[in-house]
């Protein structure tokens, strides 16, 4: 479920078809360059830094599919599951921030546990 009249949400999913679709550096031009993020590995500041944290899991990934999507003006969710090669289902969540049509924060929600446990299975 989405509604495309959300500016917010039309910046998030425009960023997420391009990561998705594996196109890092078009995904990069929806991200604020003093960009802000929270996830599991914890404060990312910066778009360099968040690159750099999207880089190894984009190459990884096989496949996506948005499970919902919504958003206001200024913050919009997408809830997707990825099959990536290392774990055939990596469901995910980001809540997104978004000012002057970049994302300028991002609450990145996602399990580690299956990946860590895939790469020590696989060493």
């Known amino acids: 479920m989405t509604d495309q009249n959300s500016p ?25 360059d003093d960009v802000v993020c929270d996830a599991p590995a914890g404060r990312i500041e910066g778009a360099d830094a968040y690159r750099a944290l999207m880089e190894p899991f984009v190459q990884m990934l096989i496949s996506a599919e948005t499970v919902a999507a919504f958003g206001d003006e200024e913050q919009a969710i997408v809830v997707y599951d990825t099959t990536t090669t290392l774990v055939s289902s990596g469901p995910a969540a980001e809540c997104v921030t978004v000012r002057d049509g970049r994302i300028a924060y991002s609450r990145f929600i996602f399990d580690r546990l299956p990946f860590q446990l895939a790469r020590s299975t696989a060493s």
Request: charged share 15%.
């Open 8 to 32: 917010a949400l039309r910046v998030a999913l425009a960023y997420h078809q391009a990561w998705t679709g594996r196109n890092l550096d078009e995904a990069m031009a929806y991200v604020a």
